[in-house]
């Protein structure tokens, strides 16, 4: 069994697909503004695990974004090979990070705000 696709709820959907094409870089696998409906997955993984933007228009999906957020929680969690080089990438498009990088016994974390309603976590292994 492997992970075929994950869900990330998002304040608007098409922002969202704005954002994880545009700054970060994701492909488009599916776009249709007239159903709200966005995935996308990453450049590096076309094929891998795809990413489903979805609209946070149900109680239960608004709650547990707010409340995510409100704890500095991330939603979701990207795994990268150069974390000094995405950050500073990030950083030069305009991106707010919540941490910076910052090193533990896991290997090394930064924290962004996806702008829509979500912090994202970065992670490289140690």
Request: some cysteine; proline content about 6%; aromatic content about 12%.
């Amino acid at each position: 069994m492997k992970i075929g696709m994950t869900s990330v709820f998002v304040n608007n959907p098409m922002e969202a697909f704005k954002f994880y094409t545009e700054v970060l870089g994701f492909v488009k696998i599916m776009y249709m503004p007239e159903h709200y409906l966005a995935i996308v997955a990453s450049a590096e993984e076309p094929e891998g695990t795809t990413l489903l933007l979805e609209p946070n228009n149900s109680p239960i999906a608004q709650n547990y974004q707010t409340e995510l957020r409100k704890a500095g929680l991330p939603c979701i969690v990207f795994q990268t090979d150069d974390i000094q080089n995405d950050y500073q990438r990030l950083k030069e498009l305009g991106v707010e990070f919540k941490k910076e990088p910052t090193q533990s016994e896991w290997g090394t974390e930064a924290i962004f705000d996806d702008t829509c309603g979500n912090y994202i976590q970065l992670h490289q292994m140690p």
